[in-house]
T-cell receptor, first 114, second 114 residues
Framework: DAGVIQSPRHEVTEMGQEVTLRCKPISGHNSLFWYRQTMMRGLELLIYFNNNVPIDDSGMPEDRFSAKMPNASFSTLKIQPSEPRDSAVYFC????????????FGPGTRLTVL | AQSVTQPDIHITVSEGASLELRCNYSYGATPYLFWYVQSPGQGLQLLLKYFSGDTLVQGIKGFEAEFKRSQSSFNLRKPSVHWSDAAEYFCAVGAGTGANNLFFGTGTRLTVIP
């Protein structure tokens, strides 16, 4: 099993640019989660999907952030326009519905906005 | 609403010493409980989980945790710490029914000294 795959692993961009983070969940998993981790705020849930449908996006900080899951094997998190305060590590995790909430995390994308 | 408290931000132990990391949760029903470990620059890896049954659960890397309903706790233990155990440890709680998102604590950073 390849695990959760995230790309890119590192992203450096300038303020105002669009950033797209990608995630491929574990095959067969029904739920997908996007998290943001910073020193100041710790691990924050941004949004999660179940069967490709967004269930809770209350953690999305503002309209600059959007997430999609066009199919069961792919999701994107987009920031447009990006700001320096968006600098963080963004994690994707997936979970099988039968797994009792056990989530499996990807390696993360370290985003730096200059 | 669910919440998790990890009262120790940072713990330092000597290699070979025993370890206990504290976790208290808030949830009205029987929760799903998890411990994850995060090594520097890595994603979160599941150490162990409790859903029901035996309140002492065994995990990977020699870790165990005990669910104590009366104390709303799920402390993580290891009898003899190895230098490679130095990492950040996160406790998490799931609702058990309905929404399958997790609520994470703020983490405890473990330093192991020779």
């Amino acid at each position: 099993d390849a695990g959760v795959i995230q790309s890119p692993r590192h992203e450096v961009t300038e303020m105002g640019q669009e950033v797209t983070l990608r995630c491929k969940p574990i095959s067969g998993h029904n739920s997908l989660f996007w998290y943001r981790q910073t020193m100041m705020r710790g691990l924050e849930l941004l949004i999660y999907f179940n069967n490709n449908v967004p269930i809770d996006d209350s953690g999305m900080p503002e309209d600059r952030f959007s997430a999609k899951m066009p199919n069961a094997s792919f999701s994107t998190l987009k920031i447009q326009p990006s700001e320096p305060r968006d600098s963080a590590v963004y994690f994707c995790a997936s979970s099988p519905n039968s797994g009792g909430h056990t989530q499996y995390f990807g390696p993360g994308t370290r985003l730096t906005v200059l | 609403a669910q919440s998790v408290t990890q009262p120790d931000i940072h713990i330092t132990v000597s290699e070979g010493a025993s370890l206990e990391l504290r976790c208290n949760y808030s949830y009205g029903a029987t929760p799903y409980l998890f411990w994850y470990v995060q090594s520097p620059g890595q994603g979160l890896q599941l150490l162990l989980k409790y859903f029901s049954g035996d309140t002492l659960v065994q995990g990977i890397k020699g870790f165990e945790a005990e669910f104590k309903r009366s104390q709303s706790s799920f402390n993580l233990r290891k009898p003899s710490v190895h230098w490679s155990d130095a990492a950040e440890y996160f406790c998490a709680v799931g609702a058990g029914t309905g929404a399958n998102n997790l609520f994470f604590g703020t983490g405890t950073r473990l330093t192991v000294i020779p």
